[in-house]
């Protein structure tokens, strides 16, 4: 792996590890708004379920659950106002990454 693709794949952990902590704090904070909230928390869940199927080497369940976590993610993202649909579409990219792009690799 060169430089550029390592400082690359940092960047969009870094990026995938903000938009989980977003939904982890919409979670807390938007607690009126049900909908909105189990969005946020699939979101959260999936997240975190899919980075462990990844280091278990468990490719075909992360791409299942990287289906799943576009759903989530998506209902998240238009369930939002303004720029807090930012973050959620961080996640939909992943989940897209995970299931378009993972099996090419």
């Known amino acids: 792996m060169s430089i550029p693709e390592l400082l690359l794949a940092i960047l969009l952990a870094a990026l995938v590890f903000a938009a989980t ?7 807390v904070r938007q607690w009126r708004r049900r909908w909105l909230r189990n969005c946020h928390l699939a979101a959260v869940v999936l997240t975190i379920a899919v980075m462990a199927m990844l280091d278990w ?4 369940l992360s791409r299942i ?3 799943a976590l576009f759903a989530s993610a998506a209902g998240a993202a238009y369930l939002e106002t303004r720029w807090n ?3 959620p579409a961080i996640q939909i ?9 993972l099996p090419l690799i």
């Open 65 to 67: 659950t990287g289906v």
């Open 93 to 101: 990219v992943f989940a897209a990454f995970l299931v378009f792009v």
């Open 85 to 87: 649909r930012l973050l």
């Open 21 to 27: 902590f977003f939904s982890a704090a919409q979670v």
């Open 57 to 60: 080497n468990a490719f075909l």
